[in-house]
């Protein structure tokens, strides 16, 4: 019946359907149009830039630039447990004496020596016969160079070369996870008693659950007692909250370091209250306790204002029909008035842990070196190191993580009902 | 929050220990705040509360690190203050802009992939900074705006802006669009229109998400640990090194000053808080 209508015209005679069309695409693009300026500044000024860490982070062709006729020579090298035809070692000859002449063979053997250790020795040794002439062109290299030292004749050192002939590597995540790509090609765990990162990254994951833990049991009955109280009371109460809200990070944590110090007044109040002696006072900066206690009273804020926004909203009614049907307080609590906090519930615990799980600065002045989380080993890296791309992997492995988290949240809350104060 | 009389003993036991636990958690939350205070008054150089000063003894108090911040010699305290004021201001200006204008497309009904654009807008927020400052370091350090004003206010330009989305996103979710088709059918331009309806309309989401940004600005310091050099210096940087390095009262004067400001913001987030539901005609 429908292809019988008679199609509805405007007055200008088009089918109204087209014209509502074009206006809703009118509409679109000047929506977009608004968008755009931001879209655009933050794709160039932040997406791209954290595609770039990704490049960074398994870009590998350094080696792959310094060594063309090496790796070409490679791919006719079959027999992976005898050493190489002549070909390779020519190749490795050319493209090394190519390097020296760039004085750019130092680089190359620091890199080598990385994916095989005892690697530098032998490249110096090389060098030194490649300045002083000594090497006759005319007859096998392979011979020549395998008289230089007992390592160019072990075939684990050939296979470290050719280890690295693949213009990406994921080297740095595996070195992120301590783990590292054995000579076999295979993945092996670095020794147990150098494997710092697994620790950092537990640490990180133990602090950001705690801390949010703690939050949660701090928060839940204040943002309670904001929400049930009558308004002037509550907004007295809420300064609490907000006044840390919107001080400085960096001054909330120096007043922890001024408390927290040996003589400081919690040290003070402790051996008032006989708790310790005045000799014996405990360390309480520069440890966990002391990250722990700090990122609690900092990241508590941003437990207590999304529960404090659902449960405003939560009619105090319902906790008394909960009573009059017969329930006891707890049991009102836990069956009514519990269940329907648990958006707020879940939006500040996201929230809390997303913001711990990469924190920087306070457990860096208050974290000494047991307090320390991944976060400071990125910043290490950039600035101490200066591996970035190690730095980078680390951060990306990290951001993975929150990713994840992020996405579980706005699954639960979405993301657009965060709120702010 | 009196209980009322036929309330059993138990429960009444049960609702001091609450009130208890929440005096507790309050105190946690504010009194770190206030030892600032005091010691920033001290007239020795130790960051402890002297015998004199438990005795409120008034020798023992005194202006002297106040003085310092301000005239001190070889201080950077000026410097960085003027720093962090002029980035904060321009990284305010640009997130305000950049800010108003994406979230009035984003309230738009017809925005296409809504979803996604507001989660691209609002990463910077949660992305942990210290990601965010890697790669904001490598674009500014390929743009050559590493160690320069223009990079840092660039940045925090980045960081600021999803305040501001948000915050006038949510303002805009109230706000009655009739009156901008009123505004229209009388013969109004959209420019017009905006600056003469919307915009007072929504102004105390634009002002309180700019507050947002200013904070956020003035008090970054990891993005801008990675980006200034000697000259870009700010408070935060200045209190990041005196923390770490030598901790002298001058920071304690400096963190007064810091927490007078914050309570200022307060004040005027909370004025325009209540302003915003004003307008909205939300009542509570």
Known sequence: ?421 | MALPSYTETRYRIWHYIYLTICTFVFFFLIAPLFVIFPLSFNAEEFLVFSEGMKNLDPDAFSLRWYKDMIYGTKNPWGLAAKNSFIIAIFATIGSIILGTLAALGLSSRHMPYKGLIMATLISPMIVPLIISGVAIFFFMAKAGLAATHTGIVLAHIILGTPFVVITVTATLSGFDHSVTRAAASLGSNPVNTFMKITLPLILPGVISGGLFAFVTSFDEVVVVLFLAGLENTTIPIQMWTGLREQLSPTILAVATCLILLSTLILISAELLRRRSERLRGINR
């Open chain 1, 1 to 421: 019946m429908s292809s019988e209508t008679k199609q509805i015209l405007t007055t200008d005679g088009i089918p109204l359907e087209v014209s509502l069309k074009k206006a809703e695409k009118k509409n679109k693009i000047k929506a977009f149009l608004l968008v755009a300026p931001l879209l655009l500044f933050l794709v160039i000024t932040y997406i791209f830039p954290i595609g770039d860490m990704f490049m960074r982070s398994v870009d590998d062709r350094m080696v792959t630039n310094m060594l063309p006729k090496t790796f070409k020579a490679m791919e006719k090298w079959e027999n992976l447990e005898e050493l190489p035809p002549e070909e390779v070692y020519r190749g490795f000859y050319e493209d090394y004496k190519l390097l020296v002449e760039k004085q750019e063979h130092g680089k190359l053997g620091q890199r080598l020596n990385k994916e095989k250790n005892g690697f530098n020795t032998i490249t110096k040794r090389l060098f030194r016969q490649i300045k002083r002439n000594k090497i006759d062109e005319s007859i096998s290299i392979k011979e020549q160079i395998n008289k230089i030292h007992k390592r160019w004749r072990n075939v684990e050192f050939w296979l470290a070369i050719k280890r690295t002939a693949p213009p990406y590597t994921m080297a740095k995540y595996l070195k992120g996870m301590d783990m590292y790509v054995a000579s076999d090609g295979s993945i092996a765990q670095v020794d147990e008693d150098r494997r710092i990162h697994r620790i950092l990254w537990l640490r990180t994951l133990e602090i950001a659950f705690f801390v949010t833990l703690f939050s949660f049991f701090m928060g839940y009955p204040i943002a309670h007692l904001l929400a049930t109280l009558p308004m002037k009371y509550s907004n007295l109460l809420m300064i609490c909250v907000l006044l840390p809200f919107w001080t400085s990070l960096l001054v909330r944590t120096a007043s922890w370091m001024i408390l927290l110090q040996q003589q400081g007044v919690v040290n003070d109040f402790f051996v008032m209250i006989g708790l310790v002696g005045d000799d014996n006072r405990p360390e309480m900066m520069y440890n966990k306790v002391g990250t722990y206690v700090a990122m609690t009273q900092i990241l508590l804020p941003f437990m207590v204002l999304p529960l404090y926004s659902v449960m405003k909203t939560i009619s105090p009614s319902l906790m008394r029909a909960g009573k009059s049907l017969g329930g006891t307080p707890f049991v009102a609590f836990w069956k009514v008035y519990f269940p329907l906090t648990i958006p707020g519930i879940g939006a500040g615990c996201l929230l809390v842990f997303i913001l711990a799980i990469g924190y920087y600065i306070t457990p860096a002045l208050v974290g000494g070196a047991s307090g320390t989380l991944i976060s400071n080993q990125i910043a290490f890296h950039m600035k101490t190191t200066l591996d970035w791309s190690f730095a980078s992997a680390m951060g990306l492995m990290l951001l993975t993580g929150v990713l994840v988290i992020y996405w579980i949240y706005n699954k639960l809350v979405g993301v657009d009902n965060i709120k702010l104060g």
